[in-house]
């Protein structure tokens, strides 16, 4: 069954064709890695999905609904839920906030505080709850931030580069978690640069190159094909 | 029950200083000097600091919009100048019998609350933000000023209230509670400080207990990144329309009580300098908190008014002075770099006794 259907997505911004004509299918339960060359155009397709920037053509159809036209939050309400590729935490406000804001329109009160409580523990935040997120280190704000996505249940997330400055036991550390997020039914869309990363927990890949779908398949499938390995693979591999 | 409970402990919270004991054996000891006060003064210093008081209001309004919810409106003087001319056209008209002054003063707020629905509307689902907003709402006061300017012809009137341009409209009924046998007006002295003083202390608390709510909550996090607040699923346009509009109605709070103090408003009242003034109370005293709010604005008035004695070019002087040492010295606010250093000193004082 798919959950996210992308057809026929056209992005311009200017003269430039950011996503051009992008069909792109998600299975629900799986794990979908998303790569390609800088500028190829995937931060601008999550920007899509959210909601953030409005296709020039093309359709978005989640859970069988089509949400083209939805605002953003209302797309979160569906059961998207999103980790930017420049952490986007609420820096002058403590690590505890952040993640209250997050929780308080699914509970309330004590159980607002268990929650807060079982999500600083499962992020390795707990010593530094009252420390305001601007003063945390580039991992742990990236942590932050997919905890707060996480926290909203959703159907599906979206991690935009979410390993980027992350040593390689805590890049492992966070596919173990995706895995994990995985397991209890949750549909991951991962953007990223680091291919341990994506051999660790993609089902599937698709490769973004000049703002089209260049290749998709198994992580072998993609690391094996030539074309791949000449406008991305190979430069990263260098 | 509960709720009540619940209510109370949000009086304190991450998004308001002070907190405890001693925070709030402080406050209830200025609150009791504030009452006890009129007792050992005369009339006219009691108008005076009620005076002062008015202003408070309108601080908030900005404490409220522009310090927790990160958008900096120069709008509040026209909130302030709608509700202050609603009362005297109503009230004018209308008379004060029955008690319709206080009918009055709920009605003109509403009007500048309906005013910053459609203007809020207008600009949060524009998405105007950041700097634009600053020069909408500041045109829209300037405008203001200008069309109640030039309302001096005798064609300018709404029911038998003359508008009266420059000079503005005065000899509007005070405040007037019924009263079996003889009905009590408030005059600018014991009886409308009372009242202010109350309503002060209220919205003091209940704003407390509002920036310190979940809704609050929102309101930080759209002023430290809206799009992430949007993408928890929150409608960051509805939260930032209702925060305004709240705004709207405290500064149109404060355009009343001016108008029912010295019975009378102008067009001045929502110029350049009355637009400017309360950001730099708000500044001053620092902008993200309540209660360095509250102060900062009391003190850097009651400064201004000593000074005005030696002439008003000196007083704004020494407030583009103040502005100036505060952005180098405590960009979040004189007041609050106190209060939060006290703060401190208080925690070291009680971890060395535990
Ligand atoms: N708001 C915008 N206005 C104009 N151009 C934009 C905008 N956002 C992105 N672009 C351009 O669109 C192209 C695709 O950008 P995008 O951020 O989607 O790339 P990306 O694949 O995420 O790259 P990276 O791996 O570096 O994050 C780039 O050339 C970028 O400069
Ligand atoms: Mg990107």
């Known amino acids: 069954m798919s959950l996210l259907e992308l057809r026929k997505l056209n992005k311009h911004f200017g003269g430039l064709h950011v996503t051009n004509s992008v069909d792109l299918t998600l299975h629900a339960g799986e794990i979908h890695c998303l790569i390609g060359p800088n500028g190829a155009g995937k931060s601008t397709l999550f920007r899509l999905i959210l909601g953030e920037h409005h296709p020039g053509s093309g359709d978005i159809v989640f859970a069988g609904e089509n949400i083209t036209a939805l605002k953003s939050f209302a797309r979160i309400h569906r059961g998207l839920s999103v980790k930017f590729q420049v952490p986007g935490v609420f820096k002058g406000l403590s690590v505890r906030q952040n993640l209250e804001i997050a929780l308080q329109s699914r509970h309330r009160g004590r159980e607002l505080e268990a929650e807060i ?6 992020l390795g935040l707990e010593s530094e709850q009252a420390q305001i997120a601007g003063n945390l280190s580039h991992g742990q704000k990236q942590w932050l931030e997919i905890g707060m996505a996480v926290s909203l249940k959703p159907r599906l997330l979206l991690l935009d580069e979410p390993t980027a400055g992350m040593s390689p036991e805590e890049t492992h550390m966070t596919g173990e978690m995706v895995q994990r997020l995985n397991a209890d039914g949750m549909t ?11 051999r660790q927990v993609a089902h599937r890949v698709t490769v973004l190159h000049l703002g089209q779908v260049f290749a998709q398949g198994s992580i072998d499938e993609i690391v094996a094909d030539e074309r791949v390995a000449a406008i991305y693979l190979g430069q990263a591999h260098a | 029950m509960t709720g009540l409970l619940a209510m109370f402990r949000r009086l304190e919270g991450p998004q308001t200083a002070g907190r405890g004991p001693a925070f709030w054996g402080l406050f209830a000891l200025v609150l009791a000097a504030a009452l ?83 203007l809020g509307y207008f600009m949060f689902f524009g998405r105007i933000a950041g700097v634009f907003l600053g ?12 069309f109640m300017a030039q309302t001096a012809g005798p064609e300018w009137h709404i029911g038998t209230a003359r508008l009266n341009g420059f000079n503005g409209m005065s000899a509007m009924p005070p405040l007037t509670i019924p009263w079996p046998g003889e009905p009590i007006v408030l005059f600018a002295d014991v009886g409308l400080y009372y009242l202010v003083l109350g309503l002060l ?13 979940s809704f609050g909550n929102v309101i930080v996090a759209i002023r430290e990144n809206p799009e992430r607040a949007e993408m928890l699923g ?20 404060s355009g009343v009580l001016y108008t029912v103090w010295g019975q009378y408003i102008t067009p001045s009242s929502m110029g350049m300098t009355a637009a400017a003034l309360p950001l730099i109370w708000v500044a001053v005293g620092g902008r993200s908190d309540l209660t360095s709010t509250v102060i900062g604005t009391l003190v850097v008035l009651a400064a201004f008014q000593a000074l005005t004695i030696y002439g008003s070019q000196y007083a704004l002087v020494f407030m583009g002075v103040l502005l100036v040492l505060t952005v180098l010295i405590a960009p979040n606010g004189l007041v609050l770099g106190v209060m939060n250093w006290l703060g401190r000193i208080a925690t070291r004082l009680t971890q060395r006794a535990g």
């Open chain 2, 36 to 118: 006890a006060y009129p007792q050992f003064s005369d009339g006219y210093t009691v108008g005076n600091t009620v005076y002062f008081f008015v202003w408070v209001f309108i601080a908030l309004s900005l404490c409220l919009i522009w310090g927790y919810g990160g958008s900096l409106s120069f709008g509040q003087t026209a909130f302030f100048g709608i509700a202050g001319y609603g009362y005297g056209i109503l009230t004018i008209n209308f008379g004060s019998a029955y008690g319709f002054t206080l009918v009055a003063l709920v009605a003109a707020v509403a009007i500048a609350a309906l005013f910053a629905v459609l």
């Open chain 2, 234 to 253: 929150y409608d960051i346009r509805k939260y930032q329309l209702i925060t305004f509009v709240i705004g709207a109605a405290l500064a149109g709070l």
């Open chain 1, 188 to 198: 991951v869309l991962a953007i990223e640069h680091d291919m341990a990363f994506v």
């Open chain 1, 117 to 122: 409580g079982r999500l600083l523990a499962f």
């Open chain 2, 201 to 213: 202390v209220f919205v003091y608390l209940a704003l407390r207990i509002l920036m310190n709510s």
């Open chain 2, 135 to 146: 020069i909408v709402t500041l045109a829209v006061t300037l405008m203001l000023e200008r």
